[in-house]
């Protein structure tokens, strides 16, 4: 069975600063797509960035870039010049490309971008 | 174009009473899902619908039913609701089209408290 691991429960860093989530997973699938959602106070869940895992370029979104290591079964989340609107709790998520639709979400990171 | 919305946003039960929670899409999805928020626990899928007409149970189904009335809307009933139940529900939904398929929309979710 496939497994999301965040091992950062919560962060605090600066405004302006660099942050990086980190996210392992465990599958023995070889397609497969993999996320990260952002979860604002609001509770909305917005997803971020996607990732597919035949694609060897890491993917960007302004801000936002993922370092995806697929031997080592990690993706990682890098938010650039943080900014406070980037306070939410993070999800990444699995999902394999080949079955069905389900999303198998990790337990979150919270992250506090500080003044 | 509202993408996803769910009533109510908030609902405060007793043990054993029965409620339904609304979710509907407008963005002509196939697929629909049910999760559960719970702290620590990240999301959890409850339900999901691939398919007008068509309903499997996730990870939690447990308590729970749900209808795909129609392919714009996909309810979630609890029957006899119970303390455990008391989470943050989400319902989410994906394109059926094999390229699109992987992304979910979310809605802002029903706080569910049961006493």
């Known amino acids: 069975a496939q497994t999301v691991t965040q091992s950062q429960p919560e962060m605090s860093v600066q405004e302006a600063e660099t942050v990086t989530l980190s996210c392992t997973y465990d599958t023995s699938e070889n397609n497969y797509y993999l996320f990260w959602y952002k979860q604002p106070p609001s509770r909305q869940m917005i997803l971020v960035i996607r990732q597919e895992a035949y694609k060897q370029q890491n993917a960007t979104e302004n801000r936002f870039s993922v370092n995806f290591q697929k031997a080592a079964k990690s993706f990682s989340l890098k938010i650039s010049d943080s900014q406070l609107g980037d306070t939410a709790m993070y999800f990444c998520a699995f999902m394999n490309r080949d079955r069905d639709d389900k999303i198998i979400f990790g337990k979150g990171t919270r992250l506090h971008i500080l003044p | 174009n509202a993408g996803v919305t769910q009533t109510p946003k908030f609902q405060v039960l007793k043990t054993g009473q029965s409620m339904t929670l609304q979710c509907a899409q407008d963005?002509?999805?196939?697929?629909m899902y049910w999760y559960r928020q719970d702290p620590g626990m990240g999301l959890r899928l409850i339900y999901y619908s691939a398919s007008e007409g068509t309903t499997d149970k996730g990870e939690v189904p447990n308590g729970y039913n749900v209808s795909r009335l129609n392919k714009r809307e996909f309810s979630l009933r609890l029957e006899s609701a119970a303390p455990s139940q008391t989470s943050v529900y989400f319902c989410?939904?994906?394109?059926?089209?094999?390229?699109?398929?992987?992304?979910?929309?979310f809605g802002p979710g029903t706080r569910l408290l049961v006493l």
């Open positions: 963005m002509n999805h196939n697929s």
């Open positions: 989410a939904s994906s394109e059926a089209g094999w390229a699109e398929r992987e992304t979910q929309y």
